[in-house]
């Protein structure tokens, strides 16, 4: 379990080593498997196994919507409402974006609650049920509050993109494991908005998140 800092790509990204290839190299690996993915543009916490005994139940877990992943994200926009589920199928956009659709024959499962992080600035917790490509910027820029920082979504600029995978829990060969880790870059996650996390998300499982209405 690592966490990842913004800005490094999962992969061999032109000059850079690739966080797979770094991490197999510090630690002395032959060999280290990924599970999933996250954006270059995203911090946070990740997975990686080193066997592929461990690397193909990890997988299994995550394919099967076992693990419960929990996202962190601050927007300077108001949204539509201050807490939901945004539901809908993915296609692609424009400019290596996406965009949701109205149709649900596949679909991106977000839930969300906000809380006000500081004058303008509002701070969400996210649950994506499903782990489609860019689904949680796309579904706060359907709710008109774009991630601050993200200029591929129309978001504001930014010192960073304020997204940030902040917990996993899964069951692993019958045993609970849980990981949390507070984001540690960017100038609005500061000291105050730490402790609102550690306040508002300390137990995200705990949440009374909103129903999900799924029909076609």
Not at 65 to 75: D, M, N, P
Not at 101 to 115: E, G, N, R, Y
Not at 188 to 197: E, V, Y
């Amino acid at each position: 379990m690592i966490n990842k800092s913004q800005g490094v790509s999962v992969h061999k990204d032109q000059n850079d080593t690739g966080l797979t290839m770094q991490l197999q190299k510090d630690l002395g690996l032959k060999q280290i498997y990924l599970i999933h993915r996250l954006d270059k543009i995203t911090s946070g916490l990740m997975v990686f196994a080193k066997s592929a005994e461990a690397a193909s139940e990890l997988s299994r877990l995550f394919r099967e919507r076992l693990v419960s992943k929990f996202y962190l994200a601050i927007s300077d926009r108001k949204p539509r409402r201050k807490q939901g589920a945004i539901i809908g199928d993915m296609a692609k956009s424009r400019r290596g974006s996406w965009k949701l659709l109205s149709a649900k024959t596949d679909p991106a499962i977000t839930q969300f609650f906000s809380v006000s992080l500081k004058p303008g600035f509002r701070l969400f917790i996210l649950k994506p049920t499903t782990g489609k490509t860019h689904q949680i910027r796309v579904a706060l820029k359907s709710e008109g509050a774009p991630i601050y920082g993200d200029s591929l979504y129309s978001g504001s600029s930014a010192d960073r993109v304020y997204l940030h995978a902040y917990r996993l829990s899964f069951e692993y060969q019958g045993t609970l494991h849980s990981y949390s880790c507070l984001p540690q870059d960017g100038a609005l996650f500061d000291h105050d908005a730490q402790l609102l996390i550690d306040d508002f998300c300390s137990n995200p499982e705990q949440i009374n998140w909103p129903n999900l209405k799924i029909g076609k």
